[in-house]
């Protein structure tokens, strides 16, 4: 069996939503936008702001304009949670322009920070005032979240609906926006873990997915990345199952970037192996790096559709990649 990536220990991380459709009791659920960006908690003081990613690292750096968040708190302090995410022209949030951020060095995070924008959209509070609040439920721990008037420039408190659900994801849907987010009234905020209290309903066909080898390309691409072999985990400790190559989406500086830093391996990580026709051109490589990837539809053949790079997700864990339901279903 291929060697699966060790887990990286984020106890402290943010709380987690499953894949899921419409809770059937609407009633008990709370809505949201689901905005497609990166997950952040921020430890908010008078003098600034640290940011922590989804697993861990001190992001701090790449977002400098979000530091004045700190003065307008002032003069609380706060641990929130919430999503880091580039708007395009029409206001919708571009994951692909959010990939420079993401790998901007100090220098160019100051220089991003006035021609490209982050905005940050918070939906909730871990701690107020030095007082640890995750054991509230989400009714009040939003509300809370409310009380701090937190609006601005780079930051915003998108609204929230209780029950509607359907209504919420059409107006999701109308908008072109990634999906929703249902939470449970009752629900305590649980650090670092995933939880069916929280449910995210997609409406496009798009996930991460982990890169267990590369095809090189054609013609001038003959010795870069001309498409990723993908796949995802079939559950806790399964193997790592075959999903597709992925191609389209994927721009030349990105192509030389992967065929210099993936790790190469001897053995195919995938179990069963690929088709023959992928097995022989395919270059293996550690299952390391996770990236977002758009799609029409699963084959018969479990095999991805028209899929389209979207980016590098160097905020997941590769392991905690599986296979999750497809809009509509």
């Not at 708190?73 to 706060?78: G, N, S």
Request: with cysteine; proline share 9%; charged share 25%.
């Amino acid at each position: 069996m291929a060697r699966r990536p060790a887990r990286p220990k984020f106890e402290n991380g943010p709380m987690l939503a499953e894949a899921g459709t419409l809770p059937p009791d609407d009633e008990h659920w709370a809505y949201e936008m689901k905005w497609d960006g990166v997950r952040a908690l921020l430890d908010v003081t008078p003098s600034g702001v640290r940011i922590t990613s989804r697993l861990g690292n001190d992001v701090t750096g790449r977002y400098p304009e979000l530091q004045p968040l700190g003065g307008a708190l002032a003069p609380l302090r706060a641990v929130l949670d919430g999503e880091i995410v580039a708007l395009d022209d029409s206001g919708r949030p571009s994951f692909g322009l959010l990939q420079n951020r993401m790998h901007a060095d100090p220098r160019k995070a100051q220089q991003f920070a006035l021609s490209m924008p982050v905005v940050l959209m918070l939906f909730d509070v871990l701690e107020l005032d030095g007082n640890d609040v995750t054991a509230l439920p989400y009714t009040e721990r939003r509300a809370l979240l409310e009380r701090l008037h937190l609006a601005g420039a780079n930051w915003q408190t998108p609204p929230v609906q209780v029950g509607g659900g359907r209504r919420v994801l059409d107006t999701a849907q109308r908008l072109g926006l990634e999906g929703i987010v249902a939470k449970r009234l009752d629900s305590p905020y649980v650090r670092g873990r995933r939880s069916a209290a929280w449910r995210k309903v997609k409406i496009t066909a798009q996930q991460e997915f982990v890169v267990g080898g590369w095809i090189p390309g054609e013609g001038r691409l003959e010795t870069t990345v001309g498409a990723l072999v993908v796949g995802y985990y079939d559950g806790t400790g399964g193997p790592l199952r075959y999903a597709g190559r992925v191609g389209s989406g994927l721009d030349d500086a990105t192509r030389d970037r992967y065929t210099a830093t993936l790790r190469a391996r001897p053995t195919c990580p995938f179990e069963p192996p690929p088709p023959a026709a992928v097995r022989r051109v395919a270059r293996w490589v550690e299952p390391e790096l996770v990236v977002e990837v758009r799609f029409t539809m699963w084959t018969t053949d479990d095999v991805l559709r028209n899929p389209v790079y979207l980016g590098e997700r160097d905020d997941k864990d590769p392991a905690e990649v599986v296979r999750e339901p497809t809009p509509g279903v």
